[in-house]
């Protein structure tokens, strides 16, 4: 057997802060862009995951590079990331947190989309990968996203929900101290591994997650645009504000 190493990248993009005191902390608005791929002449397109993430990052980026033509940047520097390899183990994020381009101590948050297109529906006898969640309907989740990270940062959690003031989402902390250790299965995860306050935006699971069947027509697009202004003005409150999120002592359940 021969095995090849196949380098595998992340895409980094940045807006760099007005604030001489402040520009050189970070705030970073992360999706993954890799998918399964094809198997069997089946193709996985990923349109929620991590589809949905990845086009709420580019959003999000030119909505930041159209306030800068206005003259209006953030007092901290921003830092876009699509990461690669998450479906692999997280490895994309893991080799930023290895190999930052900053100090990881100068990172005030991390703000991570991560399947943000889709209603959660969790259905009876879903199966291993639906282990240890609630039965959800996709009915009762239309406006609903979860929060992941908040008994970690609740400081950030609580900018979240400020930020949503004017978005109107249903927000759910849900899932960080769940026996499914949903959790630990996105990009955010080795940042709050290194003390770094860090939250994943997540719409939920549902019986397409990781099939051939999550396709583009089905994923709920007025959603994800509420879910992308979510993390914008979230992620600008995060830049200009002058303190900094704390990690906590120890969990908190709400």
């Given at each position: 057997?021969?095995?090849?190493?196949?380098?595998?990248r992340?895409?980094?993009?940045?807006?760099?802060?007005?604030?001489?005191?402040?520009?050189?902390d970070?705030?970073?608005?992360?999706?993954?862009y890799?998918?399964?791929?094809?198997?069997?002449?089946?193709?996985?397109?990923?349109?929620?995951?991590?589809?949905s993430?990845?086009?709420?990052?580019?959003?999000?980026?030119?909505?930041y590079?159209?306030?800068?033509?206005?003259?209006?940047?953030?007092?901290?520097s921003?830092?876009?990331?699509?990461?690669?390899s998450?479906?692999r183990?997280?490895?994309?994020?893991?080799a930023?947190i290895?190999?930052?381009?900053?100090?990881?101590?100068?990172?005030?948050?991390?703000?991570?989309?991560?399947?943000?297109?889709r209603?959660?529906?969790?259905?009876?006898?879903?199966?291993?990968?639906?282990?240890g969640?609630?039965?959800?309907?996709?009915?009762?989740?239309?406006?609903?996203?979860?929060i992941?990270?908040?008994?970690?940062?609740?400081?950030?959690?609580?900018?979240?929900?400020q930020a949503?003031?004017?978005?109107?989402?249903e927000?759910?902390?849900?899932?960080d101290?769940?026996?499914?250790?949903?959790?630990?299965?996105?990009?955010?995860w080795?940042?709050?591994?290194?003390?770094?306050p860090?939250?994943?935006?997540?719409?939920?699971?549902?019986?397409?997650?990781?099939t051939?069947?999550?396709?583009?027509e089905?994923?709920?697009?007025?959603?994800?645009?509420?879910v992308?202004?979510?993390?914008?003005?979230?992620?600008?409150?995060?830049a200009?504000?002058?303190?900094?999120p704390?990690m906590?002592?120890?969990?908190?359940?709400?």
């Amino acid at each position: 057997m021969t095995q090849h190493l196949i380098p595998d990248r992340n895409v980094v993009a940045r807006v760099e802060g007005a604030d001489p005191r402040l520009k050189d902390d970070w705030v970073i608005v992360s999706a993954h862009y890799d998918h399964n791929g094809a198997e069997d002449e089946q193709i996985y397109n990923g349109a929620d995951d991590d589809g949905s993430g990845t086009v709420g990052l580019l959003e999000i980026a030119e909505a930041y590079a159209r306030a800068v033509e206005r003259g209006q940047r953030p007092r901290r520097s921003v830092l876009f990331a699509a990461w690669n390899s998450e479906e692999r183990g997280l490895l994309g994020a893991w080799a930023f947190i290895e190999q930052p381009l900053f100090l990881l101590e100068r990172i005030v948050g991390v703000l991570n989309m991560d399947m943000i297109g889709r209603n959660e529906e969790v259905q009876v006898g879903g199966g291993a990968r639906f282990r240890g969640l609630e039965v959800q309907t996709a009915e009762s989740n239309n406006n609903a996203i979860n929060i992941l990270g908040y008994s970690r940062t609740p400081d950030l959690w609580a900018l979240v929900q400020q930020a949503n003031a004017g978005i109107g989402l249903e927000l759910k902390p849900r899932y960080d101290n769940n026996l499914s250790n949903l959790l630990r299965r996105s990009d955010h995860w080795p940042f709050l591994q290194r003390g770094v306050p860090a939250v994943w935006f997540h719409t939920g699971l549902h019986p397409d997650y990781h099939t051939v069947y999550d396709r583009p027509e089905k994923i709920n697009y007025d959603k994800m645009e509420k879910v992308a202004r979510l993390v914008y003005q979230a992620s600008w409150d995060l830049a200009q504000q002058d303190g900094r999120p704390r990690m906590a002592a120890r969990n908190v359940r709400p």
